[in-house]
Nanobody, 119 residues
Framework: QVQLVESGGGLVQAGGSLRLSCGAS????????MEWYRQAPGKQRELVAT???????NYGDSVKGRFTISRDNAKRTVYLQMNSLKPEDTAVYYC?????????????WGQGTQVTVSS
């Protein structure tokens, strides 16, 4: 079955860096668009970054120039390198993909990893 497992979250001071990882299994990873979302307390889930099968990337305005999404198809892993972290980056970060099914598409989410940035 499809599994997405995030790791790499933690507590970091403002200005610091973290790298999140998302290991994937159960689907054709190399041909699948992967995404990172985040959700802060009391806020809606927000799209952070996307990477498609051609390694084309897109970023939310709040993280452009600071975060980098990448993938290693051999390891079936997508990464989110986060630099110059700010307290407002504090959130649970989720790995996401959408896969075709017999009746349409289905969303798959990881369990999330907490990132806390102290000021």
């Amino acid at each position: 079955q499809v599994q997405l497992v995030e790791s790499g979250g933690g507590l970091v001071q403002a200005g610091g860096s973290l790298r999140l990882s998302c290991g994937a299994s159960g689907f054709a990873f190399s041909s699948t668009r992967m995404e990172w979302y985040r959700q802060a307390p009391g806020k809606q889930r927000e799209l952070v970054a996307t990477i498609n099968s051609s390694d084309s990337t897109n970023y939310g305005d709040s993280v452009k120039g600071r975060f980098t999404i990448s993938r290693d198809n051999a390891k079936r892993t997508v990464y989110l390198q986060m630099n110059s972290l700010k307290p407002e980056d504090t959130a649970v970060y989720y790995c996401h993909t959408k896969l075709p099914t017999n009746w349409g598409t289905r969303d798959f989410w990881g369990q999330g990893t907490q990132v806390t940035v102290s000021s």
